[in-house]
């Protein structure tokens, strides 16, 4: 049974990702399955909404009202993850709404286009296209009404001291540490094996953005030097902006560039900061440069999603509440010297993972194999239940080495993981394969439980974290050390 209800479940409709086709229903029983049996066999079997079809290349290049239209279907699958997510995280079981009819799909179309207005030659979203419509709204109420109140967490802001309790920490201990950090970088030369040390544990917002970029390597420990350093480098990057951007619609970079402009909208599409027009800017041009500048791997789907904790760590020097500021209203050289940190410090981070992004990305299959390795030993009930029900490490894991878990975890918990891997050694590369497996044996309790590949796939790619934060992260990172511990430096413990 498992083996007929895996191939239905990757089964996508090639114009509605994720949806079957308009007055059908999943048939479970009459279909035969093929085992992925490579790489290139599972992606091929797994298309879903990063496929680009030609409705999206007409709405890349069509009229106003085609790419309007585009930006409503983005925003509907959207807001499907968005009850997906809510429906996960409490645990209800709720199936996907039926295909909507055409004339509502009509009526929704027309009050989109009114709700547009153009800017600079382009469709953009008006403000309020950031709340839910009416409807949606009073179905998500209606599903919460019998649930448990928990206190709301916000996505970005407080991402320093934000607790899973939404309780403030301890005040005299954040102090000490704060005080700490600042001894350190007020230094002559910092103490960088120091400031590593003290960064683990988290660090301070205050001082995180100045923080970052030293333990990044874009910063000099010599405290004069930094300034002309700063200058240089942010010179630099928009020297390269004059001298390559304009060739983003050239025939050989347009595809790149096409590329990266679909994908843009669909970073972290649930924060308003990222939904706007500056700030879409902002990451297609450093996205732009770095890929024309590593022609090895140029561009791949999910680096997008590695600048957002730069550019909101480096905007919040600046800014309280990042995650509903409008970006246009900074002053524009503190604007052109974020997006330059962000290019910069997510060019050190890839430099260590590039090949995660190379030609049929063999650094992330060597991890997922890794990973797979790792859990037989770790947690042997766990592996042999993924077996028992034909369930592959790289149908999950692939997005967790592409993206470093940040489709699993929500921004501020991205950004508290960070710190930690910034202050370890190789913490990108191969402490993050410790973290994934601590993640994975986090939800023993849930993964044994599911006795189908359905459910497992379910489960394993919508992991309720929506409410975790400082405390979840410190645990997971906690039990991931200790898996190093136990078996980075013993081979014979890590294979079979």
Known sequence: ???ENRINFWRRNAKVPGRYPKDTKPQFNNLKSKKASSFHEFARSTNDAWDIDEEEDEDFLGTP????????STSTQNQQQQNQAVDTETGVSHRLAPPRTEAENLQDGQEEDSECEHVNGKVVKSSSDAYLNTS????????QQSLPVRPII?????????????????????????????????SPNTDLEELRKHSWS?????????????????????????????KRKRDEYFGFIEQYYHSRTDEHYKDTYRQIHIDIPR???LIPLFQQPVVQEVFERILFIWAIRHPASGYVQGINDLVTPFFVVFLSEFVKDVENFEVAALPLDTRRNIEADSFWCMSKLLDGIQDNYTFAQPGIQNKVKALEELVSRIDEDIHNHFKRYEVEYLQFAFRWMNNLLMR???????????????AEAEGFSHFHLYV?????????????????????????????????????????????????????????????
Not at 136 to 143: E, F, G, M, N
Not at 412 to 422: A, S
Request: hydrophobic share 40%; net charge positive.
């Open 202 to 230: 988290g660090i301070p917002r205050e001082v995180r953005p100045i923080t970052w970029r030293l333990l990044s390597g874009y910063l000099p420990a010599n405290k004069e030097r930094r300034e002309l350093v700063l």
């Open 436 to 496: 994934c497996s601590a993640f994975l044996i986090e939800w023993r309790k849930e993964i044994l439980s599911m006795v189908d590949f359905q459910g497992l796939l379910m489960l394993l790619q919508n992991l309720p974290t929506i409410h975790w934060g400082n405390e979840e992260v410190g645990l997971l990172l906690a039990e991931a050390y200790r898996l190093k511990y136990m078996f980075a430096d013993a081979p014979s413990h890590y294979k079979r």
């Open 136 to 143: 949606s709204v009073r179905s998500t109420l209606q599903k």
């Open 1 to 3: 049974m498992a083996t």
């Open 154 to 186: 916000p996505l970005v802001a407080r991402m320093s001291d934000q607790n899973a309790s939404g309780a403030p920490p301890m005040t005299v201990r954040e102090k000490s540490r704060l005080d700490k950090f600042k001894q350190l970088l007020a």
């Open 267 to 269: 970073t972290n599409p």
């Open 65 to 72: 009202a085609q790419t309007s239209s585009g930006l409503h």
């Open 408 to 422: 699993e975890l929500p921004l501020r918990c991205t950004i508290r993981l960070w710190d930690t891997y910034q």
